[in-house]
């Protein structure tokens, strides 16, 4: 099999992308290949100085926006703020396994940013988007499970890997379930999902027990960061269907180069995405409603 690497990357010039969570990591990675491409780059980042910094070292066209995916007020902001096309979302940012804690809109944090500042963004930004949406998950997606009832642990006892590969379930559902409404539209553009398998970066390096010790003493058998990022990056440009999956093509989906892979056949059920869709878009006041742009009616309507 060809080994798909960022020098397969096309021309991008004239052809806007933003990523979040572009400061470090895999965003950095993926950003700085888009920008070397020609892309102009936006950078979305709760740190501009962080990001200005970062930016200042890539290729080409960049510019550094302020935005924190766990803030629904954040996310209006940078939406609303917006104005022209974007050719790529790429919705890379995320934690991963953190203590309990609640946001200012009263979500959990980890659901915050991994999964409902996605939604609400993506939804936001709609009106804009020409090609495609790249939403970034996790292989744990396969061991998280749906609770419309408590998206944000206020009734469970909470648990921080659980709670990390739930958000990265409903991200996944969302994704997918997305990519099916603008296609029922006969909307252009398309949504994607991509995962790094187990990738060596800032994001796993404070956990502890066994993804700890991996991360820490079995690096070869992990994706180092750059080879992690080809999986976002092949989801930004090639002609791929809507609502793949793409992943590194090794055992396990772990380690590897960029493949069209399957994800759980729960993230695939259409009547437990509309109905997470209906209970995320009354949480964040987004998704409910009808975008329009470039000539293309997207419908995101429940």
């Known amino acids: 099999m060809t080994k798909w690497t960022a020098t397969d990357l096309p021309d991008l010039a004239g052809r806007t992308a933003v990523v979040t969570g572009a400061s470090g990591g895999i965003g950095l990675i993926t950003a700085h290949e888009l920008a070397g491409a020609g892309a102009r780059m936006v950078l979305a980042?709760?740190?501009?100085?962080?990001?200005?910094?970062?930016?200042?070292?890539?290729?080409?066209?960049?510019?550094?926006?302020?935005?924190?995916?766990?803030?629904?007020?954040?996310?209006?902001?940078?939406?609303?703020?917006?104005?022209?096309?974007?050719?790529?979302?790429?919705?890379?940012?995320?934690?991963?396994?953190?203590?309990?804690?609640?946001?200012?809109?009263?979500?959990?944090?980890?659901?915050?940013?991994?999964?409902?500042?996605?939604?609400?963004?993506?939804?936001?930004?709609?009106?804009?988007?020409?090609?495609?949406?790249?939403?970034?998950?996790?292989?744990?997606?396969?061991?998280?499970?749906?609770?419309?009832?408590?998206?944000?642990?206020?009734?469970?006892?909470?648990?921080?890997?659980?709670?990390?590969?739930?958000?990265?379930?409903?991200?996944?559902?969302?994704?997918?379930?997305?990519?099916?409404?603008?296609?029922?539209?006969?909307?252009?553009?398309?949504?994607?999902?991509?995962?790094?398998?187990?990738?060596?970066?800032?994001?796993?390096?404070?956990?502890?027990?066994?993804p700890g010790f991996m991360n820490r003493a079995m690096r070869f058998m992990t994706n180092d960061a750059e080879v992690g990022a080809l999986s976002t990056l092949y989801a930004a440009v090639e002609d791929i269907p809507g609502g793949s999956y793409v992943g590194p093509s090794g055992v396990g989906g772990i380690k590897g180069y960029p493949a069209v892979r399957k994800p759980s056949r729960a993230a695939l059920a259409p009547e437990a995405a509309r109905a997470l869709w209906a209970a995320t878009a009354a949480l964040t006041g987004s998704g409910a409603g009808t975008g329009t742009g470039t000539g293309t009616q997207r419908a995101v309507t429940n």
């Not at 994704?175 to 800032?202: C, F, K, Q």
């Open 45 to 210: 980042v709760r740190d501009t100085d962080k990001g200005a910094k970062v930016a200042r070292a890539m290729a080409g066209d960049t510019e550094v926006r302020q935005l924190d995916v766990s803030s629904l007020d954040s996310v209006r902001a940078f939406a609303d703020a917006w104005t022209g096309d974007i050719d790529i979302l790429i919705n890379n940012a995320g934690i991963m396994q953190v203590p309990l804690a609640f946001t200012a809109d009263g979500f959990e944090s980890q659901a915050a940013t991994n999964y409902f500042g996605p939604f609400a963004l993506t939804n936001l930004l709609l009106p804009h988007i020409t090609d495609r949406v790249v939403t970034v998950s996790s292989q744990l997606h396969r061991r998280g499970h749906l609770r419309t009832d408590d998206l944000n642990w206020k009734t469970r006892t909470y648990n921080a890997t659980a709670a990390y590969c739930d958000s990265k379930l409903d991200v996944t559902l969302f994704a997918i379930e997305l990519d099916r409404r603008l296609t029922a539209s006969g909307s252009r553009v398309r949504s994607l999902l991509a995962h790094p398998g187990i990738a060596a970066t800032n994001l796993t390096a404070h956990v502890g027990g066994f």
